[in-house]
């Protein structure tokens, strides 16, 4: 082979190498953005299962809490049902105390139709001075 064979030859390796050097850093290029974008990856998702997680554990905060203020609130209406329950019982007992009374106070000798009337709706008015019987006053008549 003459001088420029050989010149030509190691041109040609050099330019395969120059061809192969940027190849390689091309595929180095190509790589390093890859691991690049590997990483942002991967930051993004623990970033999201830290997101996720700290909104499952608000869910459950949440939720407990609705279920506690549904609680108080149920045991604050069963609470006020006795309350009225007993209010209305007692009531009730009062009612019909009244009624005994203004009906005995009827059946006693007052005969006449608004002191009749009166007892079924009005609350029983009475004075007495605590020694001897109590003395009823209707209100609708004069009777004592």
Do not use: P
Not at 68 to 82: M, N
């Amino acid at each position: 082979m003459s001088k420029l064979g050989r010149k030509r030859t190691q041109v040609g390796n050099w330019v395969a190498s120059l061809l192969f050097i940027d190849v390689l850093l091309l595929v180095h290029s190509e790589l390093t953005k890859v691991n690049s974008m590997k990483a942002k990856l991967e930051a993004l998702c623990r970033e999201l299962k830290r997101q996720n997680k700290q909104v499952l554990e608000d869910s459950k905060r949440v939720a407990t809490d609705e279920q506690q203020k549904r609680q108080d609130l149920s045991k604050k209406f069963h609470t006020t049902i006795k309350e009225i329950t007993a209010k209305m019982e007692e009531q009730g007992e009062e009612r019909l105390k009244q009624l005994k009374v203004g009906n005995a106070y009827v059946a006693s000798g007052c005969a006449c139709r608004g002191c009749a009337i009166w007892w079924r709706f009005c609350s029983v008015r009475f004075v007495g001075c605590g020694v001897c019987m109590l003395v009823f006053v209707c209100v609708l008549c004069v009777h004592t």
